[in-house]
């Protein structure tokens, strides 16, 4: 037997209830937590793209260069299974599962948002290193004359201690 879906509902209508599905949902919860390899892969599966959704579209643009949504996304993943594994979340079906699943990705979002919001970290200080071409380039500094000669001094003598295949290899 499948093992039931997440349905969205409009909230207004009284579900029927289903024998079977809370004990069932129950389960996979369990094995879940547990850490059962294959219902972790079925989470990951039903979870994984249902929970970019909110983390995109929570998380500022701004912030997509530092981090993005599928940062978000293990990082909720992370925090789910170590309080789970720890005894910390009552999970009864689930329902409940998608609705904490989603409460831990607002928190995420937003906890991502004051960190990167913070006065020394915030995007609007940020500053592109732009080359002469003018495309985006790192910041590589050429040594000076005397550092370069000492940098060629300590790779001789490396190179000197090593045999002559480990040489050619550096």
């Known amino acids: 037997a499948a093992l039931p879906r997440i349905s969205q509902s409009s909230g207004s209508q009284a579900r029927e209830p289903v024998v079977g599905k809370d004990q069932q949902s129950r389960l996979w919860v369990q094995q879940l937590v547990e850490g059962d390899d294959s219902v972790v892969q079925d989470f990951w599966e ?70 990167h919001g913070r006065k020394k970290r915030a995007s609007d200080h940020e500053q592109a290193l732009i080359g002469g071409d003018g495309n985006p380039r790192m910041a590589i500094a050429e040594p000076s004359p005397a550092e370069a000669v000492a940098f060629s001094d300590q790779l001789q003598h490396l190179l000197s201690s090593l045999d002559a295949e480990d040489r050619r290899i550096v």
């Open 46 to 115: 039903q979870y994984g793209h249902r929970l970019r959704g909110p983390a995109a579209k929570h998380l500022a643009p701004r912030f997509h260069r530092r981090e993005g949504p599928e940062d978000v996304i293990q990082s909720v993943c992370r925090t789910f299974f170590r309080r789970a594994q720890n005894g910390e979340l009552e999970l009864p079906n689930r329902d409940a599962l998608w609705r904490l699943l989603w409460a831990i990705t607002i928190a995420k979002v937003r906890e991502k948002a004051r960190f």
